[in-house]
């Protein structure tokens, strides 16, 4: 019983000094006080923005592949003969 106070005790130690050396003494860098240190809260902030971007990127690309899946009907239609659809183009003078 004795011995699994002491251990107990000897990691609570441990992770006390662990704590002061890498926390305290600043070797991980924790600006606002959350135990999470900056550089991760960084990396998590990048990865944030990226997939932002993708979002936004995957979007246009879908719009794009929406427009040319329409103009390639239209080419379509254009090689089997069929009229063309739509305004007419201003004639040029």
């Known amino acids: 019983m004795l011995n699994t106070i002491l251990v107990i005790i000897g990691i609570l130690?441990?992770?006390?000094?662990?704590?002061?050396?890498?926390?305290k003494k600043?070797?991980?860098?924790?600006?606002?006080?959350?135990?999470i240190p900056d550089e991760v809260e960084d990396v998590i902030e990048?990865?944030?923005?990226?997939?932002?971007?993708?979002?936004r990127r995957a979007k246009a690309v879908k719009k794009e592949l929406k427009d040319v899946v329409e103009e390639s009907k239209d080419v379509i239609d254009a090689?089997?003969?069929?009229?063309r659809r739509g305004r007419k183009p201003k004639s040029k003078k």
Do not use: F, P
């Not at 090689?79 to 009229?83: A, E, H, S, T």
């Open 79 to 83: 090689v089997k003969g069929k009229k």
């Open 13 to 23: 130690t441990i992770l006390a000094v662990i704590y002061y050396v890498v926390w």
């Open 46 to 55: 990048d990865v944030k923005e990226v997939v932002e971007e993708t979002k």
């Open 26 to 35: 600043g070797y991980i860098n924790d600006r606002d006080q959350d135990l």
